[in-house]
């Protein structure tokens, strides 16, 4: 099982780019779906954004699409998330994944990071 390590985060203005980054380590990390997940306070964990193995496939929750790219590198074993044009209510902690397949459910995914607080502020 995949051991995942997130960097970056912290506090941004509206309308700042930045990027979040996570680091697996453990076999097979080519072969896994990775997955970015955010839980504000009093929130759900929700679905933000997951690229397929191969990078060839990738899926966006309909608030982040086109202001976020999810990227792997599987010669490096990391995955990133790029963020832009943040809004107040992209403050949460941001959680990297990774799963079996193709995925978008929190079930279905098998590891995690440690989280990341993004906070946006005015």
């Known amino acids: 099982q995949l051991q995942l390590v997130q960097s970056g985060g912290g506090l941004v203005q509206t309308g700042a780019s930045l990027t979040l980054s996570c680091e697996a380590s453990g076999p097979g990390f080519s072969t896994y779906g990775m997955g970015w997940f955010r839980q504000a306070p009093g929130k759900e964990r929700e679905f933000v954004a997951a690229i397929a193995w191969n990078g060839a496939s990738t899926r966006y929750a309909a608030d982040v699409r086109g202001r976020c790219t999810i990227s792997r590198d599987n010669t490096k074993n990391t995955t990133s998330l790029q963020m832009r044009s943040l809004k107040l209510e992209d403050t949460a902690v941001y959680y990297c994944?990774?799963?079996?397949?193709?995925?978008?459910?929190?079930?279905?995914?098998?590891?995690w990071g440690q989280g990341t607080q993004v906070t946006v502020s005015t």
């Open positions: 994944a990774a799963s079996p397949g193709f995925a978008s459910h929190p079930k279905d995914f098998v590891s």
